[in-house]
């Protein structure tokens, strides 16, 4: 398995701001993604971040208003840009790890747009 | 696109009772996945399926993937109150796919 954190762990933010999601891991991995999960409901997922390429986002979801980056094989942040209270939800990143094709999740960060 | 449905949504059961949820996709997957998300946690990897009709076991958790690799089942016998939490079935998106697709998970709670 592998050592997933994520910084913040929850915020309160005003609309129209930003918000800047870290994930670290405590290994080199290839794969990494993003989901959102509304208060109990299922996981989304954004967009997959592989070091070396863009990310590749899923329908629903563009690059200017969730960029990410993935400098190397340890780390990623999301960015939720131009924020509403419908981005209010929980982020979590997740990896998969050499090839298993099982997914790894951070403890997720907690997002309040008001 | 593919989807991945979870039965049932809630499930309340007596401690020592017995519970089971379904998942069913509309096409055939390569491998199934489960994950268990305790209230206010994380989703947790459980366990993986490939071959078709595998059965897996885990002390009392038992998972089984169709014969024809569109549907999977997860049984707990003899519920404990530390199996409170929401159980995800997880499929590829498509064959040989790294991005998953998840069922919109069960809800169990156990009442002491």
């Known amino acids: 398995s592998a050592v997933i954190s994520q910084k913040p762990s929850r915020d309160i933010c005003q609309r129209g701001t930003s918000l800047t999601i870290q994930c670290q891991v405590d290994?080199?991995?290839?794969?990494m993604f993003w989901y959102r999960q509304q208060p109990g409901q299922s996981l989304t997922l954004i967009a997959t971040?592989?070091?070396?390429?863009?990310?590749?986002?899923e329908s629903g979801f563009v690059i200017d208003k969730f960029p990410i980056s993935r400098p190397n094989l340890t780390f990623s942040t999301l960015t939720v840009s131009n924020m509403s209270p419908e981005d209010s939800s929980i982020y979590l990143c997740?990896?998969?790890?050499?090839?298993?094709?099982?997914?790894?999740f951070g403890p997720g960060t907690r997002l309040t747009v008001t | 696109g593919q989807q991945v449905m979870q039965i049932p949504q809630y499930q309340h059961v007596q401690e020592g009772e017995d519970f089971t949820t379904y998942c069913n996709s509309s096409?055939?997957?390569?491998?199934i996945q489960w994950y268990k998300q305790r209230p206010g946690g994380h989703p947790v990897f459980l366990i993986q399926?490939?071959?078709?009709?595998e059965v897996k076991k885990q002390k009392r958790l038992t998972f089984q993937f169709g014969e024809a690799k569109k549907n999977s089942s997860l049984h707990i016998t003899a519920t404990q109150t530390t199996d409170v939490g929401t159980y995800f079935c997880?499929?590829?998106?498509?064959?040989?796919?790294?991005?998953?697709?998840f069922g919109k998970g069960t809800k169990l709670s156990v009442i002491p």
């Open positions: 997740s990896v998969e790890l050499a090839g298993r094709y099982e997914q790894y």
């Open positions: 290994s080199q991995v290839t794969m």
């Open positions: 971040a592989n070091q070396g390429s863009e990310a590749t986002y």
């Open positions: 096409t055939t997957l390569s491998n």
């Open positions: 399926l490939v071959k078709s009709g």
């Open positions: 997880a499929g590829p998106v498509g064959a040989g796919s790294y991005q998953l697709t």
